[in-house]
């Protein structure tokens, strides 16, 4: 199946995440996708950067805004989440991708840079896969605990009891496996041992974070890096935006009694059941994932990827919310759809992610 083919929205129940924007939102309905548009052209140089998990949509909305702007140039550096936040919260970026909303810390050090609020909105999601290179097997179920023992060290052969028993009707080799993991701070990272923390029942010890947190396996930077590293191994397995993915194995998941592929509609669904950040601003729509939901074709290993930018930001503020409100836009989200496979958003949900983009102005 092409993931890139697919066009998938994301569950109504999803609106709930982005509550309070409504009045925001009312002088931003100006149609039915919630977007103005951007017959107004802009100019000069946006410089941003970070997830590399958003690297092939950034491609994608570069292409198509450069072309509508033909005065714009937006440079976009896929130095991985952790660094993207990084530079924008020292004044180097005007605008961060990352793969996890802000921690209240960072918040605070944003507020502080950008003399105010700032727009913090998911503008790409996309599960993550669990990837593996493994002769042989082409097909391959794995529960959240077991997922936890390979990545922790505790399993180290391929034929293990705890894979058999989920992959009964496959011939695994006695190989060693390999987990490859980041060695970049990373937002997939945090997304991916948030999962294992929460699914695993008490397997994965270590508290989620952006730095991976054991000793052991192959370190690779960038979500290039780690799918470049599983495809030269042998018997590897880690974990990337599933759009990277390409020809490489990927599991399916246990999710109740079933296992789930990594699909942009499984991705989708789990946002049923997610909720947003309490105690964050209106044009804040940070997003915590069900990770533990039992919900018929959900893929919990999933990442609701943001861009970050300051409210009222010290110069180019037309060009920001310009390039935001296309990113956003039905428009930026299906370009995004087409290059990297991600689910995009709702008419709805848009309405109130462009809302919050409709309040950046000049400070």
Known sequence: MNRNSLRIAAPAAVLALAF?????????????????????????????GGSSAQEAAVAAWKKAFQTQ???????????????????????????????????????????????????????????????????????????????ADIFAGKITKWDDAAIKADNPDAK????????????????????????LSKASEGAWTAEPGQTWPVKGGEAAEGTSGVVAAVTGG??????????????LGQAKVKVGDTFNAATPEAA???LDTSKAVAGRAATDIAIDIDRTSTEAGVYPIVLASYQIACQTPAKDADLIKAWLTYVASPEGQSAAGDSAGSAPLTADFGKKVQAAIETIKAS
């Open 234 to 247: 042998k018997g590897t397995i880690g974990y990337a935006d599933e759009s990277q993915a390409g020809d």
């Open 268 to 270: 989708a669904k789990v």
């Open 69 to 147: 702007n033909p005065d714009a140039t937006v440079n976009y550096d896929p130095v991985g989440s952790g660094g993207g936040r990084e530079q924008f919260l020292a004044g180097g970026l005007a605008i961060a991708g990352s793969d996890a909303y802000l921690s209240d810390d960072e918040l605070a050090k944003a507020k502080e840079l950008c003399k105010g609020d700032i727009v913090e909105v998911p503008v790409y999601v996309s599960p993550i896969a669990v990837i593996f290179n493994l002769d042989g097997v082409k097909e391959l179920n794995l529960s959240a605990k077991t997922i």
């Open 172 to 195: 695994l080799p006695s190989d060693k496996i390999t987990p490859v993991h980041r060695s970049d701070d990373s937002g997939t990272t945090q997304n991916f041992t948030d999962y």
């Open 20 to 48: 309070g924007l409504s009045a925001c939102g009312a002088a931003n309905e100006s149609d039915d996708s919630g977007s103005k548009g951007t017959d107004t052209k802009v100019s000069g140089t946006l410089n941003a």
